[in-house]
């Protein structure tokens, strides 16, 4: 998936920040939007970070509001991994 499939240019980057759980500020990169059986999932690389890891975040409605959950469960994230694969090629 390329980064038009997330509504952005080549040259402009997403970037979502968080705070970790010491409070401190974390950037991360989108890297790509999944959709599996309607549920939205959106993968952040770390900014700061010199490892190629990719964090999946399944986004969640509550209260009306969207919230980013880390994807935690095994079995959900190779589906992820597995749909997003399948974009790249």
Do not use: T
């Not at 010491?22 to 990169?29: L, P, R, T, W």
Request: glycine share 2%; hydrophobic share 40%; net charge negative.
């Amino acid at each position: 998936m390329d980064k038009k499939d997330l509504n952005i240019s080549d040259e402009e980057k997403v970037i979502m920040s968080f705070l970790d759980e010491n409070g401190e500020k974390v950037d991360f990169e989108a890297v790509a939007k999944v959709y599996l059986k309607e549920v939205e999932y959106l993968l952040l690389a770390p900014i700061d970070e010199e490892s190629e890891d990719i964090y999946v975040f399944r986004v969640d409605e509550v209260d009306g509001k969207e919230e980013l959950n880390l994807v935690e469960d095994d079995k959900e994230f190779l589906a992820v991994k597995k749909e997003y694969k399948k974009l790249l090629y």
